[in-house]
């Protein structure tokens, strides 16, 4: 009756049937993604008579048929893709870097005020600001254009990406702060030299998590790209969609598989980063 | 700018009254520095709240107000929008459908990801390819790609119910132009994304203090009470977090719902959630007045519920520090 570590003790014995439940549940969550990937390479007469998991014949028919699917082959809409993302992480990591330090390192007046404002905005919905800003950028002349998916970014509307770097900076140890300051740097220079270099894993979170929701938003490039040569790769794709019948899963499914490598390479590259990205600052994935 | 060395010397410190308010007023122009400075790293993102955040907001409050098509000028038509929309059954159908997804996803997905962090907290090897696992389906599944896959998936002949053949149930039912299992299938791929409030919970298990645990057992806690009495309390801000979060979240999910139902919202308007919905009138429609009035609904909505978790927080959240 007399355990010393009956907690313990009882970890040890529960062990077999937690891994069998965890891995069955890995199992289901995985497989409609891994199914995604093998049914793309089914023929197109197995697509809708083979529901099982290995074609019974491999075949790229889908990947080559699909990527030429629209007027412009998908190369295009992968280039315009990577476009959009790599302004919006330049931007981001510009603007919300430059917004963070004010906030980590200078003292200037109602600070607390703009700062508990920028919190305010975090969660402020996208609706209520779009009418407006499609108005402000048809008036620029910039619907169909990547401008109102890149310019935003450098001027820091992503403000959940302020927070985050804020929360990063002020952990830096003011040591090296005040030493730099005692050798005549001034805030730029700091900013530039000290912090920046410091922040890195921050910037690098912020940097990922920016091109994974770039390269999937939908709604924002599906309201301000409506020329075809404009298409990101999911507005193409939903186009895909609405242009083809049925008859066209598997290619839809072979660009669809394209589409999230990108992702996925990041994930695989940058796991523990993003992880405790989103473990230490509640990113919502 | 006059240059003044930034450490006051000896002979500074004897300074003469009127010399020390000039020392006074050289300290004021650093303050004033630090202003300028601060407000110059500033200027991006004042750029961006003021002109696609804050004014965005104040003109489509107007234009909630007014007939507004894009092509002329807004016109003035008071509350007329809003007496519209409760006229309107598409818009109660989206209320409704946004409702049902919102308040079905959000609990689901959080005692998902509750369930899944307790089971990989117990020290287990593999923790990381496990957690990573459940993490890949938050990452992937708002994009278009994972939508058309679910529109297969739920379809007639599709992967759930080649996978119902399997175990016996033979259906041909398409879930997906079912009025009754349609925004079911976008309640599962939401609850399927459970990874990201898992890792946040896994996070917050780790918190915990191991002694906790073990003076509840040497007490005579067993597993459930351990969990009731320790786990449980201490995860509630957690809790709480990941479920603001999420809510906030769900209610202007639009992805899915637009692939699956082809931008319909259908069959019978079961998947016109509120979002789809202000597409549709606002970019499809051009009835950007009416939309600007749902967003801003949407807008009192969500601030509704947040405010409402946060004031029943203090009866369920506990935070340690209170105890003090």
Known sequence: MLHHHPYTKQRIWTHPLIHVIIILGAVIMVYPVLWLVTASFKPLNETFTNSGFFPKTWT???????????????????????????????????????????????????????????????MLPY???????????????????????????????????????????????????????????????????????????????????????????????????????????????????????????????????????????????????LIEGVATSGIKG | MINIPSKPTRAEAKKTGQEVQRVRGFKLSKEGRENLVGYLFLLPWFAGLLFLTAGPMLSSLYLSFTNFNLLSAPEWIGIQNYIAMVQDPRWFNAVKATLIYVFASVPLKLLFALALALLLNRGLRGLAIYRAIYYVPSLLGGSVAIAILWRQVFDGNGLVNEVLGWIGIKT?????????????????????????????????????????????????????????????????PIIFFNMVLQMVGAFQAFTPAFIVSGGTGGPVDSTLIYQLYIYQEGFANLHMGYASAMAWILLLAIALFSALAFLTS???VFYQDERR
Not at chain 1, 83 to 90: D, K, N, R, S
């Open chain 1, 60 to 122: 790229l028919d889908n990947y080559v048929q699909g990527w030429s699917a629209l007027d412009y082959t998908f190369d295009v809409f992968f280039v315009n893709s990577f476009i959009v993302c790599l302004g919006a992480v330049i931007g981001n990591l510009i603007s919300c870097s430059m917004a963070a330090y004010a906030f980590a390192r200078v003292r200037f007046k109602f600070k607390a005020f703009w700062f508990m404002l920028m919190l305010g905005t975090i």
């Open chain 2, 314 to 316: 203090r009866y369920w």
């Open chain 2, 172 to 236: 041909t039912t398409s879930w997906i132009a079912s009025p009754n299992y349609a925004l079911g299938t976008l309640i599962l791929l939401a609850v399927w994304q459970f990874g990201s409030p898992m890792i946040i919970f896994l996070a917050g298990l780790k918190q915990i203090p191991t002694e906790y645990y073990e003076a509840a057992t040497t007490d005579g806690a067993g597993t459930l009470r351990r969990f009731w009495h320790v786990t449980l309390p201490l995860l509630t």
């Open chain 1, 127 to 273: 609706n209520v600001i779009v009418v407006p800003q499609y108005v402000l950028f048809k008036y620029f002349g910039w619907i169909n254009t990547f401008l109102p998916l890149i310019v935003p970014k450098f001027l820091a509307t992503d403000t959940f990406f302020i927070f985050l770097l804020v929360q990063f900076i002020r952990a830096i140890p003011r040591d090296l702060d005040d030493a730099a300051k005692i050798d005549g740097c001034s805030h730029f220079q700091m900013y530039l030299r000290i912090i920046l270099p410091l922040a890195t894993p921050a910037l690098a979170t912020t940097a990922i998590f920016t091109f994974i929701w770039t390269w999937s938003d939908f709604f924002t490039q599906l309201i301000f790209l409506g020329d075809q040569a404009t298409y990101t790769v999911p507005v193409a794709l939903r186009t895909f969609l609405d242009s083809s019948g049925v008859s066209a899963y598997g290619q839809l499914f072979a660009i669809s598989v394209i589409s999230l490598i990108p992702i996925l390479g990041f994930f695989i590259a940058f796991q523990r980063l």
